[in-house]
T-cell receptor
Framework: AQKVTQAQTEISVVEKEDVTLDCVYE???????LFWYKQPPSGELVFLIR??????QNEISGRYSWNFQKSTSSFNFTITASQVVDSAVYFC?????????????FGKGTRLHILP | DGGITQSPKYLFRKEGQNVTLSCEQN?????MYWYRQDPGQGLRLIYY???????QKGDIAEGYSVSREKKESFPLTVTSAQKNPTAFYLC?????????????FGPGTRLTVT
């Protein structure tokens, strides 16, 4: 069965520190997709990244970077030089291609507090 | 400007009343979804639709109903049978076509039933 685990419920760091959000997934499919979303206090989920299971290259976008490791079934998200605007709930998610239903399974989220 | 709109942002109802939440998208997406989020919880799928005039139950469909008569619209009715309707409701859409594409979300509707 597919499952996404975000073991860190809540993290607090001081502004400018780096922070890594962990995500571990379970799937029986060989073709799958992983996602990260940000939910700021306004409530709307903002799409950050989508990765397919065949592409293990790390991705960097500004202060954001993602580390995908199939060997440990992890897709971790790092924010470098954090800012107060990064405070939000972050969700990791998984979609299995074999199911053909476009469903995405979300983890329970990690609430990130960036302290000024 | 392409996007997803949900209205209203806040909704208050008395227990025993049905209420319909609106969701409209102009992204030309085939698939649409409804999620429920409770405080400190992740997202739970209520219903989803991959094409017009077709929809499937998600993980927590009991007490809810939907329709998909137009590609752009996917309204959700919270019926009086839903035992704990107070929650934050999020609508999303994606390209569909079994491509496991990313979903884009609306701003959400916060429903309070007393």
């Amino acid at each position: 069965a597919q499952k996404v685990t975000q073991a860190q419920t809540e993290i607090s760091v001081v502004e400018k520190e780096d922070v890594t959000l962990d995500c571990v997934y379970e799937t029986r499919d060989t073709t799958y997709y992983l996602f990260w979303y940000k939910q700021p206090p306004s409530g709307e989920l903002v799409f950050l990244i989508r990765r397919n299971s065949f592409d293990e290259q790390n991705e960097i976008s500004g202060r954001y970077s993602w580390n995908f490791q199939k060997s440990t079934s992890s897709f971790n998200f790092t924010i470098t030089a954090s800012q107060v605007v990064d405070s939000a709930v972050y969700f990791c998610a998984l979609s299995e291609a074999m199911l053909l239903d476009d469903k995405i399974i979300f983890g329970k989220g990690t609430r990130l507090h960036i302290l000024p | 400007d392409g996007g997803i709109t949900q209205s209203p942002k806040y909704l208050f109802r008395k227990e025993g009343q049905n209420v319909t939440l609106s969701c409209e998208q102009n992204l030309n997406h085939d698939a649409m979804y409804w999620y429920r989020q409770d405080p400190g919880q992740g997202l739970r799928l209520i219903y989803y639709s991959q094409i017009v005039n077709d929809f499937q139950k998600g993980d927590i469909a009991e007490g809810y109903s939907v329709s998909r008569e137009k590609k752009e619209s996917f309204p959700l009715t919270v019926t009086s049978a839903q035992k704990n309707p107070t929650a934050f409701y999020l609508c999303a859409s994606s390209m569909g076509g079994a491509k496991s594409a990313e979903q884009y979300f609306g701003p959400g509707t916060r429903l309070t039933v007393t």
